[in-house]
C-alpha cells in the first residue's frame, strides 16, 4: 500500500511487537492500516523481551512463532517470579496446551513482526516518523499529525 494516502482505517503508533501484532490482525481483516514509528527497523531498545505464554499463543495464530524460533528465540518453559512478600514459580509446559514463552533480542523480533505486518497489502508502514499531535474532530481523534526527514504530514 502506498503510505502517503492520508485515509485509513486504522492508525497505530509503534510498530514493535505490540503495534506489529495489531497491524496484522486488522490487516488480515481487510482494513486500510497505517502504522507508524519513530525508530526504523532494525532497532534496538534497552529493555527485556520476554513474550509470556498467551503472547506466544498469539504469535503462533499469526503465523510469525516459527520465524521468530529460526531467528534464534528462545522457548522457555518454566518461569519465577520474585517481589516483595511472594515468590510465584509455574511449569509452562505441564498441559496439553503449548504455554512456552519465547526470548529474542529486540532487533530480530521487532524487525521480523515489522516485516510481517508490511507484508500485508493493505497496511501501510512509516519508520523515522514522529508523531508531533492529535488531529481532533467533534471530541474524537481522527487523526494524527507528525514529521520525517521530507517534512509535516497528517493523516
Same mark, same amino acid.
Do not use: W
Given at each position: 500500500?502506498?503510505?502517503?494516502?492520508?485515509e485509513f482505517d486504522?492508525?497505530?503508533?509503534?510498530?514493535?511487537?505490540?503495534?506489529?501484532?495489531?497491524?496484522?490482525?486488522?490487516?488480515?481483516?481487510?482494513?486500510? *492500516?497505517?502504522?507508524?514509528?519513530?525508530? $526504523?527497523?532494525?532497532? @534496538?531498545?534497552? &529493555?527485556?523481551?520476554?513474550?509470556?505464554?498467551?503472547? /506466544?499463543?498469539?504469535?503462533?495464530?499469526?503465523?510469525?512463532?516459527?520465524?521468530?524460533?529460526?531467528?534464534?528465540?528462545?522457548?522457555?518453559?518454566?518461569?519465577?517470579? *520474585?517481589?516483595?512478600?511472594?515468590?510465584? $514459580?509455574?511449569?509452562? @509446559?505441564?498441559? &496439553?496446551?503449548?504455554?512456552?514463552?519465547?526470548?529474542? /533480542?529486540?532487533?530480530?523480533?521487532?524487525?521480523?513482526?515489522?516485516?510481517?505486518?508490511?507484508?500485508?497489502?493493505?497496511?501501510?508502514?512509516?519508520?523515522?516518523?514522529?508523531?508531533?499531535?492529535?488531529?481532533?474532530?467533534?471530541?474524537?481523534?481522527?487523526?494524527?499529525?507528525?514529521?520525517?526527514?521530507?517534512?509535516?504530514?497528517?493523516?
Amino acid at each position: 500500500m502506498n503510505p502517503s494516502s492520508q485515509e485509513f482505517d486504522a492508525i497505530i503508533v509503534g510498530a514493535r511487537v505490540a503495534g506489529s501484532a495489531a497491524a496484522i490482525m486488522l490487516g488480515r481483516k481487510h482494513l486500510k *492500516i497505517l502504522i507508524v514509528d519513530k525508530n $526504523s527497523f532494525p532497532s @534496538d531498545t534497552i &529493555s527485556t523481551h520476554i513474550v509470556l505464554a498467551g503472547g /506466544t499463543q498469539v504469535l503462533g495464530r499469526l503465523g510469525v512463532l516459527e520465524t521468530l524460533e529460526r531467528l534464534g528465540g528462545v522457548r522457555y518453559s518454566s518461569m519465577r517470579t *520474585i517481589g516483595p512478600g511472594f515468590d510465584y $514459580s509455574a511449569r509452562l @509446559d505441564a498441559g &496439553s496446551a503449548d504455554l512456552r514463552g519465547i526470548c529474542l /533480542t529486540r532487533a530480530k523480533m521487532d524487525s521480523a513482526m515489522a516485516a510481517a505486518a508490511r507484508s500485508i497489502e493493505c497496511v501501510a508502514m512509516r519508520e523515522n516518523f514522529r508523531v508531533t499531535d492529535l488531529i481532533v474532530e467533534n471530541g474524537a481523534i481522527a487523526g494524527i499529525r507528525g514529521e520525517d526527514s521530507s517534512g509535516t504530514h497528517a493523516f
